[in-house]
């Protein structure tokens, strides 16, 4: 069974950019959460997505949105691009019972210059 | 709010040494216990959880954990370490009700040869 799938791996933006992060999931899994991680916060929650609900938000500005498709597909969203939104997006996958094990993505790496 | 932390940011050992990884949360109701790990260049993998039951959990490669609920602690083990165990490992908790992981801040791990 492949994996927990993110495009673009790296990601190079500017200062007022937008960007958008893609993750698919498992094949069966409905639930979809987005981490940050970074060397000074470690890994921040962003926010999870199952049947195409937000069902949990993590304490990020507005600026950071996330939508999830019917075929469980996920987008995350960063508007107005600033420097200290560098890090690792990481996306993870599962079933959607609580109790189910999370799997994690690669990550996208995203560089704010 | 619920926090994990992790006292040891870096660990050195030699092969053949015994790791113990220390793990305590702040929580005062039921929680799912994860340690998760991060060999470089690759994903976070899960390494073993606890939900109920034995508090003694045993997980992938020879590691467990054991969740004391008195200490609110649920530290990593390993007899015997190799050199390939050298990551970065994360302790993480989430409560059932929840969906989000608070994870803690990691713990470097280098095996020496």
């Known amino acids: 069974k492949a994996g927990v799938t993110q495009t673009p791996r790296y990601l190079i933006k500017t200062r007022g950019q937008q960007v958008t992060l893609s993750c698919s999931p498992i094949?069966?899994?409905?639930?979809v959460s987005w981490y940050q991680q970074t060397p000074g916060q470690g890994l921040q929650f962003l926010f999870e997505y199952f049947s195409e609900t937000q069902r949990n938000k993590g304490n990020f500005p507005g600026r950071f949105s996330g939508r999830q498709f019917s075929n469980s597909r996920s987008e995350m969203n960063v508007s107005t691009l600033e420097l200290g939104d560098s890090a690792l997006y990481l996306c993870?996958?599962?079933?959607?019972?609580?109790?189910?094990?999370?799997?994690f993505g690669p990550g996208t790496r995203l560089t704010v210059l | 709010a619920q926090s994990v932390s992790q006292h040891n940011h870096h660990v050195i050992l030699s092969e053949a040494a015994s790791l113990e990884l220390g793990c305590n949360y702040s929580?005062?109701?039921?929680?799912?216990l994860f340690w998760y790990v991060q060999y470089p260049g690759q994903h976070l993998q899960l390494l073993l959880k606890?939900?109920?039951?034995?508090?003694l959990v045993k997980g992938i490669k020879g590691f467990e954990a054991e969740f004391i609920k008195s200490k609110f602690s649920f530290n990593l083990r390993k007899p015997s370490v190799q050199w390939s165990d050298t990551a970065e490992y994360f302790c993480a908790v989430n409560s059932p009700s929840s969906y989000k992981l608070i994870f803690g801040s990691g713990t470097r791990l280098l095996v020496r040869p």
């Open positions: 606890y939900f109920s039951g034995d508090p």
């Open positions: 094949s069966g899994h409905r639930s």
């Open positions: 929580y005062g109701g039921t929680v799912n």
């Open positions: 993870a996958s599962r079933t959607g019972v609580v109790t189910d094990t999370q799997y």
